[in-house]
């Protein structure tokens, strides 16, 4: 008798515990998928505050439940993605994941070093022009590996070309920097790799009048972003 009724508290108690998790993904709604119309209604400071919401669940560990599942069905006809983001190639920097992002809500490129080039280019205007993002955010991170190489000079293969894109932000970065604008001081080099997103951001406005007017029409927002790789933080500005 006593087996039973412990066997039934047992039974019990697993069904409930089922009927818990059944429940929670039943509560699971859709509200949260990034739609047309959601986007539609966003304006591009909007979605820049997104991003930061995002990446403070992210450095809090208070990420939103990941629904793979209906984010692939969700987007498999369509995408309506509300940004791009270009960033480093860097391990550290996992793009969706530290803005706590679902598939379909971020266009993304990543070079070595964040560097601009046409084909960059070309990708943030498909992304706005074409397809409906309003948020460009260039991100650096710091202890980057290419800034470090601008910084010394390095010469190898084709890191050469890359880091000298890099290089042409280092005057502004030394003059600007109070301290030893030495490679091997990790303060300068995260100085220099902010530096490189401005720069970066004032290419983008330069070498694209596409992406220009659509600035100037506040249409879309350009923001840069520096991840700090210890602390999992962005650090947004305003160029
Ligand atoms: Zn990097």
Known sequence: MIIALITGLVIS???????????DSDSENDDDLLTDEIRANMKPAEILQAFKDGNQRFTEG??????????VSATSEKQTPYAIV?????????VETIFDARIGEIFSTRLAGNVINS????????????????????????????????ADSA?????????????????????????????????YVDHLAKEYVKLAINQIRKESPVLKELE?????????GMY?????????FEV
Do not use: W
């Open 13 to 23: 108690s697993s069904l409930f515990g089922i009927m818990q998790i059944s429940s």
């Open 62 to 71: 208070n990420l939103r439940r990941r629904k793979f599942v209906k984010e």
């Open 86 to 94: 270009h960033s480093c190639i860097d391990s550290r920097v996992p």
């Open 119 to 150: 084909d960059v280019l070309g990708g943030m205007e498909f992304a706005t022009s074409l397809s409906g993002a309003k948020l460009i955010l260039v991100m650096g991170h710091t202890r980057c590996g290419a800034v470090k190489g601008a």
């Open 155 to 187: 010469e190898f293969g084709h890191l050469t070309a890359l880091v000298n894109k890099i290089k042409v932000a280092e005057g502004e970065a030394k003059s600007s920097f109070n301290g030893d604008a030495d490679p091997n001081n990790y303060a």
């Open 216 to 224: 100037e029409k506040e249409a879309i927002l350009i923001a840069g």
């Open 228 to 236: 700090n790789i210890g602390t999992g933080k962005v650090d947004f």
